[in-house]
């Protein structure tokens, strides 16, 4: 256990389906993450939350929106996604950027 | 852009021996330097760390190296057991950026 939680772990879902990805750390950190990681390609960094400010948007497509309502809990909201959006996406945390990230397990979702 | 190349790909070594990952990065700025083991059906899990304005970090079997002139920083796991088999990330960061490389899977041969 990392203090980082995600839910669903996983998640099927049609083109069309609205649905939101969710994170809890309980490690009283201050920055939070989004990541995808796809087969065979690096981890990349979509979204950075510092304070629940975003200071972090890495060209991310406006069908995934996050949310970071305060700073423990951060959202991803998704809609109207693509098949090639299927990837384990990962939620971390950090007690501020720049420094040791933990990793909650993922969810793992499928665009069909 | 900015990038982080990692080799090998995929490392296979005899259990005891030692086994090498070696990592280049491109932006100057990058002042710290994480390394994640991941194993199957979980997150990352940070093994080691090193900041710019150190050479070298060791942490029991694990130690990291970090040359900022050439842009380099290494892995080295000695004396390697079964546990050690998963996937390696290295990364460069500065404050709010990380850029991760593309991963070593590592199998330790029994």
């Known amino acids: 256990e990392t203090g980082v939680t995600q839910t669903p772990r996983h998640l099927v879902m049609g083109m069309t389906n609205k649905k939101s990805l969710k994170c809890e750390q309980h490690?009283?950190?201050?920055?939070m993450y989004w990541y995808k990681q796809s087969a065979k390609k690096p981890l990349e960094l979509m979204f950075v939350?510092?304070?629940?400010?975003?200071?972090e948007n890495n060209s991310v497509p406006s069908r995934f929106s996050p949310e970071c309502p305060n700073s423990s809990h951060l959202f991803l909201h998704l809609h109207t996604l693509q098949p090639e959006d299927s990837a384990l996406y990962l939620c971390?945390?950090?007690?501020?950027?720049?420094?040791?990230?933990?990793f909650g397990p993922g969810t793992r979702l499928t665009v069909t | 852009g900015e990038n982080v190349e990692q080799h090998p790909s995929t490392l296979s070594v005899q259990e005891g021996d030692s086994a090498v990952i070696k990592c280049t990065y491109s932006d100057s700025a990058s002042n710290y330097f994480p390394w994640y083991k991941q194993e199957l059906g979980k997150g990352p899990q940070l093994i080691i760390d090193?900041?710019?304005?150190?050479g070298e970090k060791k942490d029991q079997r694990i130690a990291v190296t970090l040359n900022k002139t050439a842009k380099h920083f290494s892995l080295h796991i000695t004396e390697t057991q079964p546990e050690d088999s998963a996937v390696y990330f290295c990364a460069a960061s500065r404050v709010s950026k990380i850029i991760f490389g593309s991963g070593t899977r590592l199998s330790i041969r029994p």
């Open positions: 090193i900041r710019s304005n150190v």
């Open positions: 490690l009283g950190h201050n920055a």
């Open positions: 939350y510092s304070l629940e400010e975003r200071v």
């Open positions: 971390a945390s950090s007690l501020d950027t720049g420094e040791e990230q933990y």
